[in-house]
């Protein structure tokens, strides 16, 4: 029975076994069908190393600015990628993934290990990540109601993974309008979208900032971990 208690070592040694064992073990809150939140999952210890991790990704593959497709209207939030394929968006060519970074051409660095590991304790999925698009929010950048469709392989969750200030998640239904609830994200939260929630709307509204010290000059990271192409 769900208890609503999670513990992540527990997790971690669970993670071969089924759901019901999973739920049981850890300190996930189902928030809707599909949607599922891992409080702290990292602790502060797994927070630092990786954004450890995701500084030296930057060295290899440096933050860019994405455009809207048509408009070319500039994101308020700067991204990377790890993986074989990173998530790119400019004004000609739109929302997309590819194997190089859009400005330099060189290759992502690969996902790192750690992150893998969460893919296979919580993603219930038998083939790995493609892509972890990585965005970095200072604290004005927002991010509007959106879904994640640009995936060819939707049967593969989306593992969404939060360092530093808090933000205000918002999510919804399956359309844009529906009613949509907010929630906030603080370090080392999980938040896995599959299933019926796979194509939900969400975004986010706002970032507290100063509420964590982990990123040197604050801000928030948010990792999503995406299988792009079907196996
Ligand atoms: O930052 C977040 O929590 C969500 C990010 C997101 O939805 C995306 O990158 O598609
Ligand atoms: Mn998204």
Redesign the pocket.
Known sequence: MYSGVIRRDAVQKRAHRGLPELLEAAAAKCLAPGLTLFQRYLDDAAQQALAGEIAEAVLQAPWFLPRMPRSGKAFSVKMTNCGCLGWVSDRDRGYRYQATHPFTGNAWRAIPLAVLNIWRALAFYPHPPEAC?V?F?DSKSR?GL?Q?RDEADLAAPVV?I?LGDS?C?RYGGLRRGDPAKKLE?RSGDIVVMGGAARLMF???DKIFAGTSSLLPGGGRI?L?LRRVTRP
């Open positions: 698009l965005n929010y991010m959106h994640d969404s939060s933000c998640f994200l969400h975004g986010v948010n999503t």
